[in-house]
C-alpha cells in the first residue's frame, strides 16, 4: 500500500473520476499507510466515484478518518461513495463531511459499521441522494438511522431516494426501540424502488411490521424484510404499495401460533404484480412444540394455495432447518412437483432441507439425499420443468442427483442448455 501512495503522484491522472483503493483478504494497512493514501486525494480533483474497501487493524480508531476527511476537503465533485467498516473514526469524520455539506452533488452512498453518531446526521445528505445502503449496524446505529430518515423525509430530502437498505451486525445484542421503529410510520419515500430491512423484525423491542406497512412507498417494486407473526405478515399483505411489490424476500422462523404460520397470512392476498420470491423459512425457536412447527411439506402446500404462484417467474425456496421424517421430505418435493409452477423460469431449491428429526438413519443426509432423488423423479414429470431456464439443486446430493437426471429426457434437455446447476446450502 506504501508503493501504491508511491506510484499514484506519478501516473498523473488528474482528469481521473472513480478511484477503488482495496486490499486482498490476508493484507491489513496500518493507519500510516492510510494516512499516505489520503495525501494522493487532492491530485484528483475531478473524481466523482470513491470506493474505500481496506482491511484495517480490528480497532475503533483505524484511520479510516483520515481518508474520509481527505476526500470532504479535496473531492467536491463526489457522486458516489462506498465505505467499508467505517467504525468510531471513519464514522465522525463521515458525519462532519455530511453536516458541512461536502459532497454537494453526493448520490450514492455507502457505509459499512456505521457509529450511531454519524447515522443521526444522515438527514444532511444532498436532496439528490438516490442510493443509501447501511450494512452492519449495531441496534443503536439503526435506530439513530430510522430517526434521521424519517426526519429528513419529513423534510422532503429524501425525495429522490431509489434504494435503500439498512441490515443489522452479525454479533450484535442490541435491540431496536420502540420509539426507533415507530419512525417509520408514515414517512413518505416517493421514489423508492428497493427497500432491505432484512432482520429488522428480529431486532426490534416493538413488532415494526404495522409501522413498516404505514409507509408511503408508491413505487416500491422490491421488498426485502423479516416477520414474526401471522399478524407481522398480514399488516406488510395489506400495505397499499404490496400490490406494487415485484420480487419480495421474506424470511421467518417455522413456527405456528394459535392463529397460524405466517406464510399463511401472505398465501391469502392477491399481490397481483409479485413475480420473484425468494422465502426462507428458519428453524423453529427452542420454545417451539414439534406439533407447531412448520414442515417443509407444509410450507410447500401453503404455497400451492396462493393465488399469485401461477405468476411467478422465479422462486426459492430455503428450509434450512430438520425434517421430521424421510417420508415426509419426499412428500414436500412431490407437493412442489406438483405445484402450479405455470409460468416459472428460474428455481432455486439448493438448501430445502437439514437433516431429520429422526436418529434412525446414520448419516442423516442420507435420507435426505433419497428424498432429494425422489424429488427430481417427481419434478422429471412436471409440466413446467421444460420451461426453466435455470434450476439449481442441493451441491451436497449432486453425483446422486445427477443419475437420476440422466433418466428424464427433460432434465437431459435441461442439462443440455446449461440450465441445471448444483449450489451450496445457505444457512
Known amino acids: 500500500m506504501v508503493l501504491l501512495a508511491t506510484v499514484l503522484p506519478l501516473l498523473g491522472f488528474k482528469n481521473l473520476v472513480s478511484l477503488s483503493l482495496y486490499t486482498d483478504w490476508d493484507q491489513d494497512v496500518d493507519p500510516d499507510g492510510i494516512a499516505d493514501l489520503a495525501e494522493c486525494l487532492p491530485l484528483f480533483p475531478r473524481l466523482e466515484r470513491l470506493e474505500i474497501d481496506l482491511d484495517t487493524p480490528l480497532r475503533e480508531t483505524c484511520g479510516l478518518g483520515v481518508l474520509v476527511d481527505a476526500a470532504a476537503r479535496h473531492l467536491p465533485e463526489l457522486r458516489s461513495l462506498s465505505l467499508r467498516s467505517v467504525r468510531a473514526d471513519g464514522s465522525r469524520a463521515l458525519r462532519d463531511a455530511l453536516a458541512s455539506s461536502a459532497w454537494p452533488h453526493l448520490q450514492e452512498l455507502a457505509a459499512e459499521r456505521l457509529a450511531p ?67 417509520l410510520r408514515g414517512v413518505e419515500l416517493p421514489a423508492l424502488v428497493s427497500l432491505v430491512v432484512d432482520r429488522i423484525s428480529a431486532g426490534a423491542d416493538e413488532d415494526p411490521a404495522p409501522h413498516l406497512a404505514a409507509m408511503r412507498l408508491p413505487r416500491l417494486r422490491r421488498l426485502e424484510v423479516d416477520v414474526c407473526s401471522f399478524e407481522a405478515a398480514a399488516a406488510l399483505a395489506a400495505a397499499p404499495w404490496m400490490a406494487g411489490v415485484e420480487e419480495l424476500a421474506i424470511s421467518g422462523d417455522a413456527d405456528v401460533a394459535a392463529s397460524g404460520h405466517w406464510l399463511k397470512a401472505l398465501a391469502a392476498v392477491l399481490l397481483p404484480s409479485l413475480r420473484i420470491l425468494h422465502l426462507k423459512v428458519s ?88 428424498a432429494a432423488v425422489v424429488g427430481v423423479e417427481c419434478m422429471a414429470a412436471a409440466p413446467w420443468l421444460p420451461n426453466l431456464d435455470a434450476l439449481e439443486l442441493p451441491q451436497d446430493y449432486e453425483e446422486a442427483l445427477a443419475i437420476a437426471a440422466r433418466r428424464s429426457p427433460a432434465f437431459v434437455q435441461l442439462q443440455a442448455r446449461g440450465a441445471v446447476r448444483f449450489g451450496d446450502a445457505m444457512y
Not at 151 to 164: E, F, H, I, V, Y
Not at 291 to 317: C, E, K, M, N, Y
Not at 335 to 361: E, I, K, Q
Request: net charge neutral; glycine share 6%.
Open 117 to 183: 453518531e454519524a447515522a443521526e446526521v444522515l438527514g444532511a445528505c444532498p436532496a439528490g441522494l438516490t442510493v443509501l445502503t447501511l450494512p452492519l449496524l449495531t441496534g443503536g446505529a439503526y435506530g439513530a438511522a430510522l430517526r434521521a430518515l424519517s426526519a429528513a423525509a419529513a423534510a422532503g430530502r429524501l425525495r429522490c431516494l431509489r434504494q435503500l437498505l439498512l441490515l443489522f451486525g452479525d454479533d450484535d445484542d442490541e435491540m431496536l426501540t420502540v420509539e426507533d421503529v415507530r419512525a
Open 283 to 370: 428453524s423453529p425457536t427452542a420454545q417451539a412444540r414439534p406439533a407447531r412447527v412448520a414442515s417443509q411439506l407444509d410450507v410447500v402446500r401453503i404455497l400451492a394455495d396462493a393465488p399469485w404462484l401461477p405468476r411467478l417467474t422465479g422462486l426459492r425456496l430455503q428450509c434450512p432447518y430438520a425434517c421430521q421424517e424421510e417420508a415426509s421430505a419426499q412428500r414436500a418435493w412431490a407437493a412442489l412437483a406438483a405445484a402450479p409452477l405455470h409460468s416459472l423460469r428460474r428455481l432455486a431449491v439448493p438448501d430445502m432441507f437439514w437433516g431429520l428429526y429422526s436418529t434412525r438413519y446414520s448419516p442423516p443426509c442420507a435420507a435426505m439425499m433419497r
